[in-house]
């Protein structure tokens, strides 16, 4: 069974139960969204995480990737990554773990947190390839199948799987010109490994099978943007578009099939594109719930790319994105530490409260007029309670060592709040 073949049936499911309270959205409704295609719960038959709703209707919701990388193997720091994430307010958490013993990592960080848990299996498959001493072409399909099943099997509640790109379209990403090329790893691996065998990409060919895992274990389909851009000059060109269209198809044989599917998205993409790509998306890809990388809007911000995916995130959940995986200040430069963590957790998580004040969602309204009350009465205790980061506030006013609570060290005596109290 799956949350979206129950939803179907009618059944109403302790996860949309969860979801609904939350939410504070009509569980029948939700169950209808459901059964559409255009919300989804991922939530692995086997896993523990807390159930967590995303798509049409929802509040934005942010995800956090950690992992070790060959260079950087430290499982300790990861699940404090882990940690930290949940505390700020992240959503969901990807391992995108490329180290060693890789089950090991899952296993403490699942047991680590309580959020929804992604994974990139194709990672996992090409570590078992450079373990055989043999090249990332060289690998072997049954090894990707494996690892799907087996993390599956684990408890991982959703997959990036780039299932769009297939051997027509890596042709045409040759004839593309494009200046960045392929920035995913994932889309590397597969582009790379048609290219060298002149044969489909295995997840393509046998996506059927592919569902069939999905179903068994609920898993929900993260369909990765293998050709997303990796730089302004790339954005919305052929090579993505096509994949869009690829996903869309793949999408409807998912809905049917009554697997949970959402689609992955840019990447780096000028400002002026981006509401357009997502009216494009949701309309290619039958309202299936959009999940974007940013999208950075800048490509000259090294260090501050936090802040321009936060932008182009904003927009592009105003704009009908469901899910936005952070991006931090370490991004494009080094493995992001515990602080960078927080950073890209709490700019998402500004995007994201941004644009759902735009869509009007009630309860992100009520926590706007409630800071505004706080802010009215001097009432510092419930700005910080209100606060995405609750801790960095307090200090700013704590280093101010003022003896008058009725102002801050911006304007003192001439505080416009303070003498116009009671007046208007």
Known sequence: MTQKSEAQKGNITPEMEFVAEYENIDVNKLARLIDKGLVVIPKNINGHSKPCGIGEGLKTKVNANIGSSSKIDDIDLEIDKARLAQEYG?????????????????????????????TVPIYEAGVVTLDKNREIIDMDPDDIFKAIENQAKEGVDFMTLHCGITRDLVQKLKDANRMM???SRGGTFLASWIN?????????????????LSYEYDITLSLGDGLR???????SDIPQIQELVNLGGLVKRAQDANVQVMVEGPGHMPL????????????????????????????????????????GGAIAATAGASFLCYVTPAE????????????GVVASKIAAEAADVAKGLPQAWERERAMARARKEFDWE?????????????R??????????????MCGEYCAVKIAKGDF
């Open 229 to 235: 851009p990796g730089c302004l000059s790339d954005a």
């Open 396 to 409: 700013y006013r704590d280093k101010c060592e003022l003896d008058d609570d009725e102002m801050c060290a």
């Open 181 to 183: 090329g392929i920035v």
């Open 382 to 394: 419930a700005q910080f309670d209100l606060a995405l980061d609750k801790s960095k506030p307090r």
């Open 90 to 118: 992240a959503d969901a958490l990807m391992d995108l773990s490329t180290g060693s013993d890789l089950k090991l990592f899952r296993k403490k960080i699942m047991e680590a947190v309580d959020l929804c848990i992604g």
């Open 196 to 212: 060298h065998n002149e044969m489909e990409n295995p997840l393509y060919e046998n996506y059927d099978y592919l569902l069939e």
């Open 272 to 311: 002026n594109q981006i509401q357009a790509n997502m009216e494009i998306q949701k309309t290619i890809c039958h309202g299936a719930p959009f999940y974007v990388l940013g999208p950075l809007v800048t490509d000259i911000a090294p260090g501050y790319d936090h802040i321009t995916g936060a932008i």
């Open 332 to 343: 494009h430069l080094s493995l992001p530490s515990l602080e960078d963590v927080k950073e």
